[in-house]
């Protein structure tokens, strides 16, 4: 099958009016990545070598989104909403080029996966001229009945025309299909509209092959495979879905989930072996973890490079561009963003580190701050092998702390301090005996008439 060229036609024109949204529908994200983007992902796994989406409400908003996660998919507009077959065929110069499968998808089920498509296609290569997707489900209200006869299937039948036999029938119509290239737009276009809406059913191709003898058959995948997003609620569904797909996942790869049902993953989150994540840790996008570190709990982390055996949080925030080298440590109450934090430093606790490098064994003091910011511009802040930042300094951008520098605790820094040189940058502290409780007691006369007056 793996010589068989295959076109996946992912119908996504629907208006989505019950997401109560300005955005197309198949544009809301499931694990950071529209919904319509895994099914993307789940088609080119499954050996597509041609994508083809047809596009409705919102034609120029899905068009710059599939220039992101699906650059070479060609795109179709449905002028008119006349049914899923009306739907398909707007792809007709797509169909027309000769595949050998036809797949035909829906940008609102992100849950399939590719071994249901593989094994629909498999069907195909093994004669088939239409394969159908079903599920099993023990409550069916609501679907489309798979009729099959002998190994064979019949027809599919809506649940408003199924008769009571018939209703009691728990294999069910997912909506994808594959269809044999060479037989696709001939089946297409023998769809009518003889029904009450009016409307081109992909449905009835089933029975229009079997009428001409070919081959019509079934698949089984399950039942998360068919979800269907139509509001927030059921989006809410697929992303619980989805998460604990991937948490089984990364656990059966040897990553150590203390709380797994806490652990938010993105779509594209890389977790090595023997990394253990404590509970209520979120990854956002492009996070790549090597093997043995660990992540403590409540830890935000997107944009993040983790080398093996770093130690990250709790309550860290790792932010794009954050590149942790091995055994570095950043701790409690930390951001980092745009910085490389080199093999085995430290920063431990109430710091921002932005724009910067932080040497190989280096440690950074409680409270420190990169300066990086003017308001307009960002500046770079280099901080050499084994320097030591004492706690409460702020060093402002563009500066450089040489190897081994030595920062004095509570200094603002403007100046680069060379390799091993000590940098002191506050204010010289003075004493005036007895001035503290002269003070007190000034104010608190000065409370006290403000007070008065206010009565």
């Known amino acids: ?28 994200a499931i694990a950071g990545l529209p919904m319509v983007a895994h099914v993307v992902k789940a088609a080119e796994a ?35 909403r006349l ?25 609102d089920t992100p849950l399939i996966d590719a071994q249901a498509l593989a094994a629909a296609r498999q069907k195909l290569a093994e004669g088939a001229a239409v394969v159908v997707i ?43 299909m594959a269809i044999a290239g060479d037989q696709a737009l001939q089946l297409l276009e023998k769809v009518g509209n003889d029904n009450a809406k009016g409307e081109f059913y992909l449905t009835d191709i089933v029975e229009i092959a079997g009428a001409q003898g070919l081959s019509v058959v079934a698949t089984e995948a399950s039942f998360e495979n068919a979800l269907g997003i139509n509001n927030r609620a059921e989006l809410a569904e697929a992303e619980r879905v989805w998460q604990a797909r991937r948490r089984r996942e990364a656990m059966m790869a040897g990553v150590t989930l203390i709380a797994p049902e806490t652990v938010y993953f993105s779509h594209d989150t890389e977790i090595g ?39 990250v ?51 950074i003091g409680a409270g420190t701050i990169t300066c990086n910011y003017d308001g307009y511009s960002k500046f770079f802040t280099d901080i050499g092998e084994g ?21 004095a605790s509570g200094s603002v820094i403007t100046e680069s301090v060379p390799d091993d040189a000590l940098a002191f940058g506050r204010a010289r502290q003075k004493t005036i005996p007895g001035k503290g409780k002269e003070l007190r007691e000034r104010f608190a006369s000065a409370a006290a008439a403000k007070k008065k007056a206010a009565e």
């Open 46 to 80: 499954a050996g597509a070598t041609g994508l083809a989406l047809v596009i409705g409400h919102g034609a120029d908003e899905m068009r710059k989104a599939a220039q992101k996660f699906a650059p070479k998919a060609e795109t179709f507009v449905q002028e008119k």
């Open 387 to 407: 320097a030591f930042v004492g706690s409460n300094s702020s060093l402002v951008a563009p500066v450089t702390i040489g190897k081994g520098g030595y920062i």
């Open 134 to 176: 079903g599920f099993r489900t023990p409550n069916p209200t609501g679907y489309g009945r798979l009729i099959e006869r002998r190994g064979k299937l019949f027809a599919i039948i809506e649940e408003k025309d199924c008769s009571e036999d018939e209703k009691k029938i728990t294999f069910c119509n997912a909506g994808m």
């Open 313 to 363: 949080g709790p309550f860290a925030r790792l932010r794009p561009g954050a590149d942790l080298r091995n055994k570095a440590k950043v701790g409690n109450f930390c951001e980092v963003k745009q910085a490389t934090i080199e093999e085995g430093a430290k920063v431990n606790h109430l710091t921002y580190i932005g724009d910067a490098r932080v040497g190989a064994a280096a440690n």
């Open 83 to 107: 049914g899923t077959a009306h739907a398909v065929l707007a792809a007709r110069e797509a169909i027309s080029k000769g595949y050998d499968d036809i797949l035909v998808m829906f940008g």
């Open 273 to 311: 072996a023997d990394t253990i994540v404590e509970p209520n840790v979120w990854f956002g996008p492009g996070v790549r973890i090597a093997s043995a570190a660990k992540i403590h709990a409540f830890s935000h982390i997107e944009g993040a490079t983790i080398a093996s055996n770093c130690d």
């Open 1 to 28: 099958m793996s010589q068989r060229s295959c076109l996946s036609v992912i119908l996504a024109a629907g208006e989505g009016t019950r997401m109560k949204s300005a955005m197309p529908k198949v544009l809301h």
